[in-house]
C-alpha cells in the first residue's frame, strides 16, 4: 500500500492488506534488479581480475569504491524520502533540493582525497595499500564522484515506479545498466587504464539506467497534481533522513572499517582484493534483501501486514541461504571462483573458506532490511541511527583480530564482521518493534 493509502486506512482496521502473492509481485522485479546491479559490479571484477597486476588494480578499485560510497551512502535516502513524502510535483524540487546539499558535503572530501595529499594519508597510511595501489585509487575516488548527480536521479525516478507498482520497468532499467557495461568496458580502455576503467565504466552503465528508467517515471511525475498539500520543511526531512543516512553510511562504512584492518595483515593486498572479490559475491547472492527496506515502507500498513512480510522474508531466506550453500560447498565453487571470476590460484584459494561460510549471511540480511522498512514505514527512524553505529562497533571489535594475529585470512574474518554487524543489529531493531508492538 502506498503513503497516502495508509494514511487514509482506519486505525481500527486490522485486516491483512498483503498476501504473499502480492508481496511476490512487488518483490521479485526487484530481486532481478538487484541482481543484475550486483552482476555489473561482479564484471568489473571479473574484468579487473585479468589485467596485468590484478591484486593492485582490483585493491585499488574495492578500496576507492568502498570509501566513496561510505561517505556519499547519502544518496541513498532519496528514495526513501520520496516515497514517505512525494504528493505533488511541488515537493520533488523541495526534496532533490535537501538531498542535494546533504550530499555537496562528502562529494567535496572525496575531490580532497582525489587532488590533495589527503589520498596518499587515507589509502597509504590508513589503509596501508602500496604506492601503486594508492595512485590509482586516487583516480577511481574522482571518477566515482561524478555519479552523485545520477543516483539522486535514480532514485526518485525508482520510487516513482515503486509507488506506481511498476516494479518490472526497474528490472528492465538495470537489464539496460548491464547491457551498456558491456560496451563500457570494451570502450574505455581506449582513453583509461587500470582500476579507472571499471569506474568509468560503472558510472557510464549507471547514467544510462537513471536515463532509461526516467523514460517511464516522467509520466508517474506529470499524474501528481501540480500543487496540493504543504511540502516537507527541511527540519521534518531531516528528522527522518538522518538516521537513514547514518544507517546507510555505517553499512558500507562497516566495510570501510573491515578494510582499514585488513591493511594491517601481513599481505594486505591480497586481503584486500580477495574480500573485495567475496564482498562482491555475497552481495551478489544476498543484496535482493536490500529491497525489504522499500517493500515494507510501502506495502505494509499494520500489524497483520508486518506478520505477513516476515513470512515472505523467512521464505527468502530459505531460498538464498539454499543457493549459495550449493554454490560453495560442491564443484560449481571452482566454476565461480576460477572460471566465471577469472581469479588466479592464489585468490581463488584466499576466498574459498569466506564462500563457504556465506550462507549463514541470508538470514541476518534479510531481518535487518525487513525491521529497516517497517520502522521507515511508520517514520520512526530513530533506532537506526543507534544501529548505525552498533553496527561499526561490531567490526571493529572484531577487526582486532587482525592485530592480535596478522595472518588469518582477512576474506574470512571481513565477512565474519559482516555478519555480526547484521546480527547486533537484528537484535535491536526486533527488540525495538517487539516493543511497540509492531510484530
Request: charged share 10%.
Amino acid at each position: 500500500m502506498s503513503r497516502a493509502g495508509k494514511e487514509t486506512a482506519s486505525a481500527g482496521d486490522a485486516s491483512p492488506r498483503v498476501s504473499l502473492s502480492g508481496a511476490y509481485r512487488f518483490f521479485l522485479p526487484l530481486v532481478f534488479m538487484t541482481e543484475l546491479n550486483m552482476i555489473s559490479k561482479s564484471v568489473i571484477h571479473a574484468f579487473l581480475a585479468r589485467t596485468a597486476d590484478p591484486s593492485v588494480t582490483l585493491a585499488a578499485f574495492n578500496t576507492a569504491f568502498t570509501f566513496y560510497y561510505t561517505v556519499t551512502s547519502a544518496t541513498e535516502v532519496i528514495t526513501y524520502l520520496t516515497i514517505s513524502y512525494l504528493r505533488d510535483r511541488t515537493h520533488l524540487a523541495r526534496i532533490v533540493g535537501f538531498v542535494s546539499l546533504v550530499v555537496s558535503v562528502p562529494v567535496a572530501l572525496a575531490w580532497l582525497v582525489a587532488f590533495t595529499a589527503l589520498g596518499d594519508w587515507l589509502y597509504g597510511t590508513v589503509f596501508g595499500a602500496s604506492a601503486q595501489t594508492v595512485a590509482q585509487a586516487r583516480t577511481v575516488t574522482f571518477v566515482l564522484s561524478i555519479s552523485a548527480p545520477i543516483l539522486v536521479a535514480r532514485g526518485v525516478a525508482f520510487a516513482l515506479l515503486m509507488m506506481n507498482r511498476r516494479t518490472p520497468l526497474i528490472t528492465l532499467s538495470t537489464l539496460v545498466r548491464l547491457l551498456s557495461l558491456a560496451g563500457s568496458l570494451l570502450l574505455w580502455p581506449l582513453a583509461l587504464d587500470g582500476a579507472a576503467i571499471g569506474a568509468a565504466a560503472l558510472v557510464t552503465c549507471m547514467l544510462a539506467e537513471t536515463v532509461f528508467a526516467w523514460a517511464f517515471a516522467a509520466r508517474n511525475l506529470r499524474e501528481l497534481p501540480r500543487a496540493g498539500t504543504e511540502a516537507p520543511g527541511a527540519a521534518t526531512m531531516w528528522r527522518f533522513s538522518w538516521p537513514l543516512v547514518l544507517n546507510q553510511t555505517s553499512e558500507i562504512g562497516a566495510i570501510f572499517v573491515v578494510n582499514l584492518f585488513l591493511g594491517r595483515l601481513a599481505h594486505p593486498d591480497l586481503a584486500l582484493a580477495a574480500f573485495g572479490v567475496v564482498h562482491g559475491l555475497v552481495g551478489l547472492l544476498f543484496s535482493p534483501m536490500r529491497n525489504l527496506v522499500q517493500t515494507a515502507q510501502t506495502l505494509v500498513a499494520n500489524r497483520d501486514d508486518a506478520r505477513v512480510m516476515v513470512g515472505f522474508t523467512l521464505q527468502l531466506v530459505a531460498f538464498f541461504a539454499t543457493l549459495a550453500y550449493v554454490l560453495f560447498h560442491t564443484s560449481l565453487e571452482t566454476w565461480v571462483l576460477r572460471g566465471v571470476m577469472g581469479l588466479t590460484a592464489e585468490l581463488a584459494d584466499y576466498c574459498v573458506p569466506a564462500m563457504r561460510a556465506c550462507f549463514a549471511m541470508a538470514l541476518f540480511w534479510a531481518l535487518a532490511a525487513l525491521f529497516r522498512g517497517l520502522l521507515a514505514g511508520a517514520r520512526t527512524t530513530g533506532m537506526l541511527a543507534v544501529t548505525g553505529g552498533l553496527r561499526v562497533v561490531t567490526v571493529t571489535v572484531v577487526g582486532m583480530a587482525t592485530v592480535v594475529s596478522p595472518t588469518l585470512n582477512g576474506a574470512l574474518v571481513g565477512l565474519a564482521a559482516w555478519i555480526l554487524a547484521y546480527v547486533a543489529e537484528v537484535v535491536v531493531l526486533g527488540w525495538r518493534l517487539r516493543r511497540a508492538h509492531a510484530l
